[in-house]
């Protein structure tokens, strides 16, 4: 089974567009398989809108491809939503991945935007739904407590004929959603031993509906750092996660070196999983860069050796 390995950010280390700029470089040139955004709409935090960087990395990239981990549906119009996609695929010639979720419990946007967070599972199925209809090319009409569309067609159509729809998150629900439309499962904060269990569940759930999943659509996220545990800028991160979170950030962030991140993710092979979003992180845009550029380095060719 094939790995392959993606990047991703949360939250924007850069203070200057150009440095940006420089890292997507890099990972365009590096071999990245993929680059994938955060999606946070408010906050205190720097983070960027993640279907407005899908756009901008259409034009800036020739090779990769790119995706929201995951987008927050239950926070926008699924119509935008699919013809935003649409519109990128298009232009990218077919190199978007959109990945799916309901939002985090612990996200501010509720609170934020006064949006009600109960009912966002049904939501987000109904969205998914629609969206789903609109690339295949069909005309959407729903009536619901939540969308009202009347004979609703978009053009042009995604390049890719079956536009991916992944969808994030380990709840029951999540296993359920992912079983009955996604085209794969990326996961979020689930350690290796989580991941089993999840994909089994999908799979049964695909199963149920009549439906399979390709056996290379699952995939695993964690952050990565190149240096020792001790470091102010882990202690710092891994202290905002938990807070955040809740969660234990160990046994999921990959702190050490080369070793460290390769057995981490043949745990995650084990698991089930084979598509990869590292998250590597810094102190500042220089740092970032020097971590990027291990995984190119280091990471990449022994995946590619280790797991070919």
């Known amino acids: 089974m094939g790995v392959g390995i993606g990047i991703g950010i949360s939250e ?24 994938w955004q955060t999606d946070r709409m408010v906050g205190p935090l720097p983070m960027l809108e993640a279907l407005s960087v899908m756009a901008a990395l259409a034009g800036r990239t020739r090779r990769l491809k790119f995706g929201m981990n995951v987008l927050s549906l239950a926070f926008r119009d699924p119509v935008l939503v699919a013809k935003q996609c649409a519109t990128i695929d298009y232009l990218s010639e077919g190199r978007l991945l959109p990945a799916f979720g309901i939002g985090s419990p612990q996200a501010p946007e509720w609170d934020m935007l006064g949006i009600d967070a ?7 199925d109904e969205a998914l739904d629609i969206i789903a209809r609109l690339w295949r090319g069909e005309t959407a009409d729903h009536d619901s407590r939540f969308f009202q569309l009347s004979s609703v067609s978009i053009l042009p159509l995604p390049v890719q004929s079956k536009l991916p729809l992944w969808i994030g998150g380990g709840s029951k629900a999540a296993i359920r959603r ?5 085209t794969g499962w990326i996961g979020g904060p689930e350690r290796p031993d989580e991941v089993a269990p999840i994909i089994a569940g999908i799979k ?19 952050p990565v750092y190149f240096g020792p545990s001790d470091a102010p800028v882990v ?3 891994e202290t905002a996660y ?9 046994g999921y962030f990959a702190v050490g070196g080369r070793e460290v991140i390769v057995e981490r993710i043949a ?10 979003i590292l998250r590597p992180f810094g102190a500042d845009a ?23």
């Open 286 to 308: 220089d740092e970032m860069l020097i971590q990027t550029r291990k995984i190119i380095d280091e990471i990449l060719p022994a995946t590619a050796a280790r797991f070919s």
């Open 12 to 35: 924007c280390p850069f203070s200057d567009p150009a440095d940006y700029w420089r890292w997507v470089d890099l990972c365009e040139a590096g071999g990245v398989d993929s680059l």
């Open 235 to 237: 202690r710092h991160a």
């Open 178 to 182: 992912t079983g009955r439309v996604g």
């Open 204 to 222: 049964a759930a695909a199963h149920d509906v009549g439906r399979s999943i390709d056996h290379d659509h699952f995939g695993a996220s964690f």
């Open 118 to 124: 109960r009912g966002r599972g049904t939501k987000t």
């Open 267 to 276: 745990a995650y092979v084990n698991a089930g999983a084979s598509k990869f």
């Open 242 to 250: 938990a807070k955040r979170t809740g969660r234990d950030p160990k």
